[in-house]
């Protein structure tokens, strides 16, 4: 439904279950393909935080739905995530770094 950006953001999901070493494979103003290396049930709720920039130590909260999962390897999951709650003043900071990130790809 929406287009898709292939980033890589470090994840921390902090619930139903702490998961430090999880990344974005691509994301969207929506969604976002999570890869972990433990398997979220289809309809969980995970409340994560993203590292948009560590140098500038900006990371964002959201919170988001599993509407899909797929196993790729051992210990490798991918999660379709629906993005169900942001903060507003988060949702502009996320918004901008994806307009800027593909303005950034036209450009090239």
């Known amino acids: 439904k929406y287009g898709r950006l ?3 953001y ?3 999901i902090t619930f139903p279950k702490k998961v430090k070493h999880s990344q974005t494979q691509d ?3 929506r969604g976002l393909c999570l890869v972990t290396p433990v398997p979220f049930k289809e309809n969980s709720l995970l409340k994560m935080k993203l590292k948009l920039d560590s140098e500038k130590n900006l990371t964002i909260s959201i919170q988001g739905k599993v ?3 797929m ?4 210990k490798e999951y ?3 995530i629906l993005i169900t709650d942001i903060k507003d003043s988060e949702r502009d900071i996320f ?4 307009a800027t990130k593909l303005i950034e790809l036209l450009l090239k």
């Open 6 to 8: 292939t980033l890589s």
């Open 10 to 12: 470090p994840v921390e």
């Open 27 to 29: 994301v969207s103003i």
């Open 67 to 69: 509407v899909w999962k």
């Open 71 to 74: 196993k790729k390897a051992n």
């Open 78 to 80: 991918h999660h379709g």
């Open 95 to 98: 918004r901008k770094l994806l």
